[in-house]
């Protein structure tokens, strides 16, 4: 089932309905690319300053992919402003990934295999091994907040976890039904620049 933002963490709330009326072209235009985008297995970067405005979008896509049989997983980066185990972060989202797409845990041993020496790795290879095989359709992986990568004492962590996601899509079949997006306000140049990630892997989306 598709989990929208406010569902797994409860702290954002997307623009009202009522009030989107002068954003609506922006909305209709946005929505449309990036719905795109999922479908022809794109990853995408939505910039956007005003956070409802993006939440609504958020919202919106999710129903429509819902909609075309789409599974997806939502983390929220602003734990990443107080997480300094990268080992714990991993773990956590881990579960989160596992409870969004209803699929069984890793267990003990096989994490200690997998994971122990390079969690960000175990997490890759648990999408490989145990969630993209079963589920067997499209899975989408949203990441908001982008912005704490810019300040996030495991912001490297996190971007090391994104090059081995592209890694895994160029190199493993099972991988070509996974794409990510994620949220920010800061621009796509400024928040993967310096190296950080390749920016061409990720299409930027102006809301």
Known sequence: ???????????????????????LNRLIEAKAQLVTAVLSGKSSYVQGEDAPLRYRLL????????????????????????????????HNCTRLLAIQLNVPLPSTDWWA???AEDPAAGFVQYLGQKV???????????????????????????????TQIEAARLQQPAFE?????????????????????PAEALKPIIL
């Open 1 to 23: 089932m598709m989990r929208i933002q406010r569902e797994t963490n409860g702290r954002r709330q997307a623009m009202p309905r009522s009030q989107t009326g002068p954003f």
């Open 59 to 90: 919202t919106d896509t999710a129903l429509r992919l819902a909609e075309l049989n789409q599974t997806a997983a939502y983390f929220d980066l602003s734990d990443l402003g107080y997480q300094y185990d990268q080992a714990k972060w991993m």
């Open 113 to 115: 295999t997998y994971g």
């Open 132 to 162: 993209l095989p079963q589920l067997n359709q499209s899975i989408l992986l949203s990441f908001d907040e982008a912005d704490q990568l810019l300040k996030a004492p495991l912001a490297a962590d996190f971007w090391r976890l994104l």
């Open 177 to 197: 039904n996974l794409t990510v997006v994620m949220w920010g306000k800061s621009s796509w140049e400024k928040l993967a620049g310096d190296g950080r990630f």
